[in-house]
């Protein structure tokens, strides 16, 4: 059990340290831990965010336990060395092209939400993000157009090869759930989209015992706050994944509780928080880390087929929960370390 750790920027080493506490803990046979530099920490160090020594630890990994990137201190840098780059490099460096972000609401937290309890109480759905294509990766510039204006341009687009295998993973995720599909796309306006529509529709034909639906991606934003229960598994393309799972975080009560994986085709996988560096609470110890700790879960779950342990974690956190150890984003007082240690005693 090879695990490269790349704590990155921010309260990204705060939070991974207590999710390798967690690892720790579980006295897991040949587990292997290796360090490596990404983001803003790799770029002062090494002169780039993903440095070829780190892409090695990678690639040497059976998965990747990543904490977060970003500095502000490094938004003035040409895009190509900017911490960002980190994560973006190592989804396509390593064919990561599917995203799984879980969101459901933990017993005792509904108040906590931005929705009424008996709306936030329904909510227990995963959204399936495409990450190797869309504007993320599409051609793009700054250009001056004949009158001198400035002008930006970033170009989405999806080949269908890309739109068939994660749908495919979408289609799969539904089978293991309550076996309801939602492909949300904008095809009333993007050529993009459409094409999206019709492929999802192809590879819907292997799998009849799917209900599968298609919403626009406003719509799918509006009826996460109307109506989340109705959602069981949503698959969708980078940007508006991207913006839609930020949306589920607050719909449940805290970023801070958010786990994602992202995965090729085979059971390698990254796993992170869905939240960032927060560089305003770094080093003050402020920061929640039950978001990496339960990515730690999705690890030993998707990555190393152990779900008795992924279970053991996701129900220590959640009793934590339950007995009142809530961090400062969840209106509670309980700092980083105190809540590694909450679930330390509940595991």
């Not at 990204?12 to 490596?36: K, S």
């Not at 293991?176 to 034909?205: I, Y």
């Not at 799917?210 to 969708?236: C, R, W």
């Amino acid at each position: 059990m090879r695990i490269a750790v790349f704590a990155g920027d921010g309260i990204g080493p705060e939070v991974t340290h207590e999710a390798v506490r967690v690892l720790e803990a579980l006295d897991l046979p040949g587990l292997e831990l290796v360090e490596g530099d990404v983001g803003a920490a790799a770029w002062r160090k090494h002169g780039h965010p993903l440095p070829p020594e780190t892409l090695d630890i990678a690639r040497s990994a059976g998965a990747i336990l990543f904490g977060a990137v970003g500095d502000f201190e490094c938004d003035n840098l040409e895009r190509h060395l900017r911490p960002e780059q980190a994560i973006l490099g190592l989804r396509k460096e390593l064919t990561l092209f599917a995203n799984l972000r879980p969101a459901r609401v933990f017993e005792g937290l509904e108040d906590l939400t931005s929705l009424k309890p008996e709306v936030a109480r329904t909510i227990d759905l995963l959204i399936v993000r495409e990450l190797n294509g869309d504007v993320y990766f599409g051609e793009k510039g700054m250009r001056t157009l004949p009158d001198g204006r400035r002008e930006g341009y970033d170009l989405m687009s999806y080949a269908e090869d890309e739109v068939r295998r994660i749908s495919h993973v979408g289609f799969r995720a539904a089978m293991g759930s309550r076996k309801k599909l939602c492909s949300v796309d904008k095809a009333n306006v993007l050529e993009t989209s459409q094409l999206w529509r019709d492929v999802v529709l192809e590879v819907a034909k292997e799998y009849p015992e799917v209900e599968l639906s298609h919403m626009y991606v406003d719509n799918a934003a509006m009826q996460l706050v109307k109506n989340p229960g109705q959602f069981d598994v949503i698959v969708t393309g980078n940007i508006f994944g991207d913006i839609l799972s930020d949306l589920a975080s607050m719909c449940v009560g805290s970023i801070g509780l958010l786990a994602s994986a992202s995965l090729g085709e085979g059971t390698f996988g990254l796993y992170e928080p869905i939240h960032g560096s927060a560089p305003d609470i770094a080093g003050k110890g402020l920061a929640n880390p039950m978001a990496t700790i339960l990515s730690a879960a999705m690890m030993l779950r998707h990555s190393f087929a152990r779900e008795a342990d992924a279970r053991r974690i996701e129900d220590a956190v959640a009793k934590a929960l339950a007995d009142g150890v809530k961090g400062g984003d969840l209106g509670g007082n309980a700092g980083t370390r105190e809540i590694g240690d909450a679930v330390l005693e509940r595991l």
